[in-house]
Each structure stands twice: as C-alpha cells, then as structure tokens.
C-alpha cells in the first residue's frame, strides 16, 4: 500500500516539475520571439552588386543596423529573371531573419509567366511593407530637338516607325512606350536591350532618339545636360528633381509604378512583420536616410503592410489588363 501511495506521489511530482519546465520554455521562447532580432538578418537581391536596386537595399540595411544592433546582410542572388532570389526567400525558414527586396518581377511572378516560369508563387511570400519607387526617364540626347514630350510625340506622328530603347516586354519601360503610342496612336518601333546602362551609349551615339532609362544612370548625364529628360514614370514629381513632371502629368494614365518592397517567406510571424514595417517607417522619416536615397536618384515611399497589399492588388490588376490586351499571357 506504502508503495503504491509512494509511486503515486512520485508520478505527481514527475508531472508537476513536467509542467514546471514547460512552463519554463515557453517563457523563453516567448521571451526570444518578443526579442527579434537576436541575430543576424539576411537582405536578398535579385540583381547584382552595384544596381540601384542593390544600392537602395544597402541603404535599408545600414539604417536598420543601427537601430536593431544586429547585423543586417545584403546577399545579391541574380538570375531566373529575378526568381533565383524569389525562392531563396520564399523556401527560407519564415522566421524574419531571411527577407527579399524585391521588385513585382520577383514577388508576383505568376503575372510574368509569359516570359518565364518561376517554381514559386506570390503565395509563397508574405508582404511587409513598400519602402521605394524605382524612378524612370523619358531621356533624349542633349542636343535633341524635343524640350518636352508633346514636340517629341509631334516629331514622332510625322516619322512613322521611330525607334525607343527600353529593357524588355516585361517592364514598366515598354508598358510607358506602348500607353503613350496607343494614347497618341503613333506607329513606334521598340528596341530592346540588356539593361538600362545598355541604352545610354545607343542614346548618345543617335542610334535611338529617346529611350526609357532609370533616372540614377542618367542623372550625371542629366546634371552635366547631354541628356534631356522629358517625363519621368512617378505618381508624383521626384522629390530631388521637382522640375520634371510626371508621364501622369502629361495626359498619359499609369498602369503602374515599379516598386521595390520588403518581403518575407509564407508564415512569417504577424508580430515580425509589424516590427519591420514600423522599423521602416521610422527609417523613412530619418534625414539622413532620405538625403541618402535621393543621392542614390531613388523616391522614398513607405506603405505598411495593408496599404502595400491594396497597392498590390491595383498593380496587380493593371498587369493583367495591359497583358491581356497586349495577347502576352499563356493560353
């Protein structure tokens, strides 16, 4: 009887320090989640070093350093048409220390099948918040005759089949081109190139009259006036360039604005993503970051997490329209 009571006593006992301990663990581990981040935090790239893309993520990183004591690592991840770096993030583990800057190419790569296959979806990342606008130009040489955009269109209306430069199908480049010539119903050639610093030699060398280049390769071409820039692609004028308006401005309708965004993996903890967003919203009101961004000929425009994701559903159907009436989706 002695025993049995004894064996009792002693399985209470098991059970009750059981209990203690989780009740132990779970403590930690919440104290180590309300603690994030406690190591370092890996920034993904789809683009190469020394892009504006790769220069704006380093920015981020080093004023999300400072305040998160942590180190904050950019690792550039070219290729797959940005999906190379959409899964390395979309696979990571969703705990916050793995996170994209990603353009709609890598984070909405279902809208893009058209022109390549990506083994993920935008299902597989969580939003958490828009941190900038890439800023693209209407640019011509500096001699051009055009001082705006109506002498251009004008000069475009009466020679048939004007050539423009821009990336590739899939960017907001062709889609600019493309708005403005159905708008003015004006017969343009497109001629693709490898990248944006592809085109300035093209433009320079007469070869194309006008290209659509992104604004931080023009900018020491723009300052030193051997490249005019007609219009930029913004919803709004560039904060360090207010003497040039906007295609908006100009009659043209928007079907997007390209932006660049943090996301993380499917997942990712809710508070995670609310410590980041508001840890960006912080950084976005910081001068030292602004002046920064603007050197870089970036525009600053935070969204948190649900103003990103109505933002996106407007990009999102736009896309669709444009390709749809274009005929480039997959049948």
């Known amino acids: 009887m002695k025993s049995v009571r004894s064996k009792t006593l002693t399985e209470i006992c098991v059970l009750f320090m059981s209990i203690f301990l989780i009740e132990i663990c779970s403590t930690r581990l919440h104290a180590a989640d309300s603690a994030y981040p406690n190591k370092a935090i890996t920034i993904v790239v789809p683009f190469a070093p020394g892009g504006v893309t790769d220069l704006g993520a380093r920015a981020l990183a080093e004023a999300m350093e400072k305040r998160l004591k942590q180190p904050v690592i950019v690792v550039n991840k070219p290729g797959g048409a940005t999906t190379v770096a959409g899964l390395a993030v979309a ?16 984070s909405l790569p279902e809208e893009y099948s058209y022109f390549y296959a990506a083994p993920y979806s935008s299902k597989d990342l969580r939003p958490i918040c828009n941190v900038m606008f890439s800023v693209l130009t209407i640019a011509v040489k500096g001699d051009a ?44 050639v497109d001629v693709p190139f490898e990248g944006d610093s592809a085109q300035v030699p093209a433009l320079l060398g007469g070869h194309i009259p006008i290209g659509i280049i992104a604004f931080p390769v023009v900018k020491p071409l723009y300052e030193a006036k051997k490249v005019k820039v007609l219009g930029i692609i913004l919803e709004k004028r560039a904060s360090y360039a207010p003497e040039i308006p906007t ?30 967003s508001e840890l960006v919203r912080e950084i976005s009101r910081d001068n030292d970051f602004l002046n920064r961004v603007k050197t870089l000929a970036l525009e600053l425009s935070y969204l948190d997490t649900a103003s990103f ?12 329209t444009f390709f749809k009436e274009e005929g480039m989706t997959k049948k």
């Open 91 to 106: 696979t990571a583990k969703p705990d916050g220390y793995t996170l994209g800057f990603f353009p709609g190419a890598a």
């Open 145 to 188: 005759p055009w001082n705006n955009l109506k002498e251009f269109v004008e000069f475009a209306r009466n020679n048939p089949r004007t050539k423009y430069g821009h990336t590739g199908k899939s960017t907001v480049q062709y889609v600019v081109m493309v708005t403005i010539a159905k708008t003015e119903k004006l017969d343009l």
């Open 247 to 276: 295609v908006s401005e100009l009659g043209y309708k928007l079907a997007y604005v390209p932006y660049v965004a943090l996301y993380g993996p499917k997942g990712t903890p809710s508070e995670v993503v609310k410590k980041i």
């Open 309 to 320: 994701e109505n933002y996106l559903v407007r990009y999102r159907n736009n896309l669709q």
